[in-house]
């Protein structure tokens, strides 16, 4: 279609070798100054999202269902921002905590976090609990799906906690843009069918028949299944229900549950026991062996590691698994929500 | 400190798939990787009852069926993962909803040659002699292509060019330029560019050589995607290396390449370990092994020029919708959307460094595909676009949430106001991922996504002819990914890795 000529092959010959002397003369000619490192975007990032932040506690507010503690940086001027809704994951760490705990930030500022550690039977929650000015914690940046998204929710807020979930309700709570508009239904007594005076769930199975917004349910897992399913009873569609699950679940030791779980780990073998009633990942970090937890809650996968035998339970609603399916496909788990039934063997 | 024959830095497509290739010819690979998991871009991740695909919408050069064999198959098959891999074809090009001089453009394109011609012709009459005649010049790239490393001497060179005039006389030409050559109606030249918005780069700049390479792959053989989205092609390339005496190290970041009398010596990483080889293949950029992972007295004049000379591509920017109606339902026909305000992609290209100028989106609805793509009575939609300025990098950390949502919901108008499908109240998962997002996770300079940009004087014909196969003067030391000798894309980036541990296993890769 295009008429070629024996001039023209000169010409177009001579631009082709033109092709790779045009670019090696434009490489001659740049700098040979040092390669460009600093990029905005990416300086954000790491303000935005470091993998750790040194916590200092600076206050400590007890009260009958656990403690508030105001973590301000140990090393940095201004801490990553945070959402509603969001938990900072605290590391095991020198200050005694032998496994990672999630914990809901009640209050966010640039220079300090409020947050709330419910008082359980967890042995490890209980050195939060009872923290004193100037002990130092490892942990995550912010994170959790458990926050407000225009593009996706209601105008109108609902949300509805137990104990653990607490310091998420303050958050909407105490947020400007969103206080006006939040209803929030706590559940601080002990077990989920207790009706007194530091309950408002049973307002809350009365008004759920009413709710023409988001619902938000934080808490243990027994407690979200329940309001879960109250809320999908009454009529509220999966859309308009965010939840979040962060309890690692009872202490050991159970002696009835208790299983050996083989770990490989690049060149190396060796044995941990583990028990039923605890995430397998807190058993590992028990034993002191780090598993790159990030949330707790199973959702971010970042402690993903390979099951090579044995049998676990993982507790989450039908179809809502986080672990993706090509790592199910080739066996990996999530272990801060997978709890041994077995004996077990394990590559990280 | 551990010996290895080849260390592996980063485990995104291009160092998986030398990595796997290494592991598979025989040589000891210890890759070694930032996140938690590898894959880099080819990943995936869950909201509720939805998963999503970070990066991948079709994987050019897989082929149909045993007899049609694009690159990326040759490399499967030479790894043994093809069959692994649960493959769903996807079932048109393209569908361009744009607008021209001559109004509305809505066309959707199939696959197959012929088909396209013809649908071309349909949309655009007279449009067939000009389609026939690019179609054949791809044709004839491939050929060269093919012949060219067998030519012995110059002479064979140009006894091979002189014999294919098409390639010789379009490969210095824009796609704009060999166009501009044609009588081809305006209609049919902007369907035909619609893939401009895949590379980042007007069709003024884009050489035409490549843009046909990529157009040809795509309508002559299809494409594919994996049903568990990339993360299988990842993990199917990872288990070769496991499984080939290799190791893995995830959640471990790489601080130095370690070279001396020019020469690679191994790695040391953050955590403190120290691994030993001769031969490093590099999935970061060259930006980032030269300016934070190898000290500045070892690195050669000509790989400072080198970098210096590049111009960094687009930076992405993602919305994940997960919906609660299904595609039939919502009336989300189509696989591929190509949303173009206007198609006059040098406009559209200039106007895409800003929020407030940016329309172009590629997005695609995986239920148009297949079923089980997420859950009976539910659909996905992802969304990208790019910025080819640095915008990003002013935007205020207290503003930052905000800005990314905006620009998402304008997204999401865009899209609507094109195809007159209502989706925004359906939402019931939603992520967004902004340069910055992208930047956190695969450490890109600037959150790119598509390596270097492919300008005039570095399409990747000129990268070609005049890179080495390692692209650098240190010894031992090759770069593969998306910021390698071809260009970006999945199907590039792996194919870099190719090439490096071909080389490698042919010459022991210390040269």
């Known amino acids: 279609m295009i008429k070629h000529t024996a001039l023209s092959l000169l010409r177009d010959l001579k631009a082709f070798i033109g092709i790779k002397k045009e670019r090696l003369d434009a490489i001659d000619a740049a700098p040979d100054t040092a390669v460009e490192s600093s990029f905005g975007v990416n300086m954000l990032a790491d303000a935005m999202h470091p993998d750790r932040i040194s916590l200092e506690v600076k206050e400590v507010k007890k009260d009958r269902f656990g403690s508030f503690l105001v973590l301000i940086s140990g090393e940095r001027r201004t801490l990553p921002s945070a959402k509603p809704g969001q938990f900072i994951v605290i590391k095991p760490s020198v200050t005694g905590i032998k496994y990672s705990r999630a914990v809901y930030i009640a209050f966010a500022e640039r220079t300090s976090y409020t947050v709330f550690i419910p008082q359980t039977d967890d042995s490890e929650a209980e050195k939060l609990v009872n923290a004193r000015k100037g002990d130092i914690f490892e942990a995550t940046s912010p994170a959790g799906l458990g926050f407000y998204q225009p593009l996706r929710d209601s105008g109108n807020i609902f949300v509805c906690c137990d104990k653990e979930g607490f310091g998420a309700s303050e958050a909407f709570r105490n947020d400007k843009e969103l206080q006006e508009r939040v209803k929030v239904y706590t559940h601080l007594a002990g077990a989920v069918d207790t009706e007194n005076g530091n309950s408002q769930l049973s307002v809350f199975l009365r008004e759920c028949k009413l709710i023409d917004g988001t619902l938000f349910i934080f808490g243990s897992e027994d407690f979200v299944t329940l309001i879960k399913k109250t809320a999908e009873d009454c009529g509220l569609i999966k859309k308009r229900i965010r939840y979040d699950i962060i309890s690692p679940g009872k202490i050991f030791p159970d002696e009835e549950k208790k299983y050996v779980c083989r770990v490989k780990r690049g060149s190396e073998e060796f044995d941990v026991l583990c028990y039923g009633h605890m995430p397998l990942s807190a058993s590992l970090e028990y034993a002191g062996v780090e598993c790159n937890i990030n949330c707790m809650s199973g959702t971010c996968g970042y402690c993903r590691m390979k099951l090579v035998s044995g049998d676990i339970s993982v507790h989450f609603p039908e179809g809502e698994e986080p672990v993706r399916m090509a790592d199910a496909k080739h066996g990996f788990i999530h272990p801060c929500r997978s709890y041994p039934l077995s004996d077990l063997t394990v590559i990280i | ?511």
């Open chain 2, 1 to 511: 400190m551990k010996k290895y024959d080849v260390i592996v830095v980063g485990g995104g497509n291009g160092g998986l798939a030398a990595g796997a290739v290494l592991a598979k010819g025989g040589k000891n690979v210890l890759l070694i990787e930032k996140s938690h998991s590898p894959g880099g871009f080819a990943t995936s991740f869950r909201r509720g009852r939805f998963e999503f695909d970070v990066s991948l919408h079709e994987l050019n050069g897989f082929g149909r069926g045993k007899e049609a064999l694009g690159g990326v198959r040759v490399l499967f098959d030479t790894i043994g993962i093809s069959d692994k891999i649960n493959w769903v074809d996807i079932p048109e090009a393209y569908r361009l909803i744009s607008s021209d001089e001559n109004g509305k453009i809505d066309a959707v394109m199939p696959f197959g040659i012929e088909n396209y011609i013809n649908k071309m012709e349909e949309y655009a009459p007279g449009s067939r002699k000009a389609a026939e005649y690019i179609f054949s010049c791809g044709q004839q790239n491939l050929r060269v292509l093919a012949q060219m490393g067998k030519c012995k001497n110059v002479f064979d060179q140009i006894k091979l060019l002189a014999a294919n005039r098409d390639f010789l006389h379009n490969s210095s030409k824009s796609v704009n330029e060999v166009l501009s050559l044609l009588d081809m109606p305006q209609r049919a030249r902007n369907i035909f560019k619609a893939y401009w918005a895949y590379l980042c780069a007007d069709c003024d700049n884009l050489s035409f050589f490549h843009y046909l390479q990529m157009v040809n792959t795509y309508i002559e053989l299809g494409s594919v995607i994996p049903f568990m989205r990339s993360l299988e092609m990842t993990n199917a390339m990872a288990e070769v290396i496991s499984s080939n005496n290799g190791d893995i190290l995830v959640n471990e970041t790489v601080t130095e390449i370690v070279v001396e009398n020019g020469a690679v010596k191994g790695v040391k990483t953050a955590g403190g370990k120290e691994f030993s080889a001769d031969v490093v293949v590099c999935n970061a950029s060259p930006h980032s092994a030269f300016s934070k992972l190898i000290k500045k007295e070892h690195i050669p004049e000509g790989d400072l020029k080198r970098c210096n000379f590049r111009t960094f591509s687009g930076s992405g920017f993602c919305v994940w919708l997960g919906l609660n109606k299904s595609a039939k339902e919502l009336g989300l026909d189509n696989y591929s959307y190509f949303i173009f305000p206007d198609a006059d992609d040098v406009k559209q290209f200039k106007l895409m460094g800003h929020p407030d100028t940016n329309r172009v989106q590629n997005t695609i609805c995986p239920n148009a595909a297949f079923e089980g793509a997420s859950p009976e009575g539910t659909s996905i939609l992802s969304m990208t676009t790019l910025f080819n300025s640095f915008w990003w990098d002013n935007v205020p950390e207290e503003d930052y949430f905000r800005v990314k949502n905006e620009f998402a919901s304008s997204m999401i108008d865009t899209f609507e106001k094109a195809t007159g499908i209502k989706i925004r109240e359906h939402i019931e998962e939603i992520e967004i991922a902004s340069p910055e997002t992208f930047a956190r996770f695969t450490l890109n300079p600037h959150g790119t996504i598509y390596g270097y940009l492919g300008k005039k004087n570095d399409g990747v014909l000129a990268r070609t002819l005049s890179e080495n196969k390692r692209m650098s003067g240190i010894k031992g030391l090759y770069f593969a990914g998306g910021y390698g000798t071809k260009m970006n894309g999945y199907s590039s980036a792996m194919s870099t890795g190719f090439d490096a541990a071909r080389h490698i296993l042919r010459t022991g890769g210390k040269d």
